[in-house]
């Protein structure tokens, strides 16, 4: 197993453009799922960056929302303060992650073998609570949640549309350059389904913006998961923008060395 260096945030890695590449090192196999999903533009990734103070164990979040507020199960009510947002991606598009926050954020597998797209919410007319862009299709004191609204089919299919045109002409907001992001929003976080940690490299942002202490990453993810007896995956996302045509790469860099921060690990 590749423990992370104490320098892993800030390292380069390999370029990916297969899942092959991406889940070279995973060393459990619940942890190619997600090189998979985020190698199938019918399936997508998602991703949410989350600041250092709620790393370290805070609740001061970002714009009020991202406090990353774990649960056993979806929530039966929308519960505006526990709100989070994700963008959805894949290997074709080259969206910077949200860069207000730190380098570090979470991955989570939103296809039919998780159970995070439940926590996904929706809007008055019907539709996810998602655009091709920054900011809210509609307001927290409005959405719904998923319930029985909407099966994975239809999620998937609402996913795919939005993801399809961001970054592009079609998207009808925002910059449509290459680098944009989506915005979907859910109510709260599922610890069951979180797939590791995902830190941004490269010419984006979000790369450049102070990383959590490991130690504080091993908590974290300690606390969102106490299942999970075995070191948390790290993924390395790089997206190039720049570059013609416009991509991202994906590739578990290693796993988390928590020997001493914790003593889940046995």
Not at 79 to 103: D, H, L, M, R
Not at 104 to 129: M, Q, R
Request: proline fraction near 6%; glycine fraction near 8%.
């Amino acid at each position: 197993m590749e423990y992370c260096a104490a320098t892993y945030a800030t390292d380069s890695t390999a370029w990916c453009t297969t899942a092959e590449c991406c889940k070279e090192n995973a060393h459990f196999p619940e942890d190619v799922q997600y090189c998979d999903d985020f190698y199938n533009p019918q399936v997508n990734a998602a991703f949410s960056m989350v600041s250092v103070d709620v790393w370290n164990g805070g609740q001061e979040g970002a714009a009020g929302m991202d406090k990353a507020v774990f649960n056993a199960q979806p929530p039966a009510t929308i519960n505006v303060t526990v709100q989070q947002a994700f963008s959805i991606s894949n290997f074709q598009k080259a969206s910077y992650p949200y860069q207000g926050v730190s380098s570090h954020g979470l991955a989570y597998g939103i296809g039919a073998n998780s159970g995070f797209w439940k926590y996904f919410t929706t809007c008055p007319d019907g539709g996810l609570s998602a655009q091709c862009d920054d900011g809210f299709h509609c307001g927290p004191q409005q959405r719904r949640v998923m319930g029985s609204t909407m099966n994975h089919s239809e999620f998937q299919k609402q996913v795919n549309q939005i993801v399809e045109i961001t970054g592009t002409a079609k998207c009808p907001i925002g910059s449509k350059a290459p680098s944009a992001y989506n915005e979907f929003d859910t109510n709260g976080l599922s610890s069951d389904d979180i797939s590791g940690v995902i830190v941004a490299k490269g010419e984006c942002g979000a790369a450049r913006r102070p990383p959590p202490s490991q130690s504080s990453v091993c908590s974290f993810m300690a606390h969102a998961n106490p299942n999970r007896k075995t070191p948390f995956p790290v993924y390395a996302y790089e997206p190039r923008a720049s570059s013609a045509p416009a991509s991202s790469s994906l590739r578990l860099q290693c796993y988390l060395n928590c020997q001493g921060a914790t003593d889940i690990f046995i």
